[in-house]
Nanobody, 115 residues
Framework: QVQLVESGGGLVPPGGSLRLSCAASESIDNFGIMGWYRQAPGKQREQVALISSRLTSYADSVKGRFTISGDNSKNTIDLQMNSLKPEDTALYSC??????????WGQGTQVTVSS
C-alpha cells in the first residue's frame, strides 16, 4: 500500500507562485507514472501534469507555467506553479501508478488564487 501526502497548497494572489510536494511512502523509482490532477468545485477532475522515465506532459492550460519533477532523494513528486490565475483554484491531488499497475491517490491540497 503506497501512501501519498501532499503539501504546499494555500492562498496566493494572481500572478503568484506555489510549490506543491507529494511525499511517497516508498521510492518513486517504483512508480511507472506520476502525476498531479486537480478538481475545482462543480467541475470534473482534470489531469494537470504527468511524468515518467519517458515523458513529461502538461495540460494546455498550464503549459509554460507549471513544472512537474521527481526527487529521488526525498521520494517526492513536486509541482512548481508560476503565474497563477484564479482559474487554477482547485484541490490538487497526487497520483501514481506502480510498476505492477496499481494506482494510488493522495488526499489533496487546496490551492486558492485570489486577491
Amino acid at each position: 500500500q503506497v501512501q501519498l501526502v501532499e503539501s504546499g497548497g494555500g492562498l496566493v494572489p494572481p500572478g503568484g507562485s506555489l510549490r506543491l510536494s507529494c511525499a511517497a511512502s516508498e521510492s518513486i523509482d517504483n512508480f511507472g507514472i506520476m502525476g498531479w490532477y486537480r478538481q475545482a468545485p462543480g467541475k470534473q477532475r482534470e489531469q494537470v501534469a504527468l511524468i515518467s522515465s519517458r515523458l513529461t506532459s502538461y495540460a494546455d492550460s498550464v503549459k509554460g507555467r507549471f513544472t512537474i519533477s521527481g526527487d529521488n532523494s526525498k521520494n517526492t513528486i513536486d509541482l512548481q506553479m508560476n503565474s497563477l490565475k484564479p482559474e487554477d483554484t482547485a484541490l490538487y491531488s497526487c497520483h501514481v501508478v506502480t510498476s505492477n499497475a496499481r494506482a494510488y491517490w493522495g488526499q489533496g491540497t487546496q490551492v486558492t488564487v485570489s486577491s
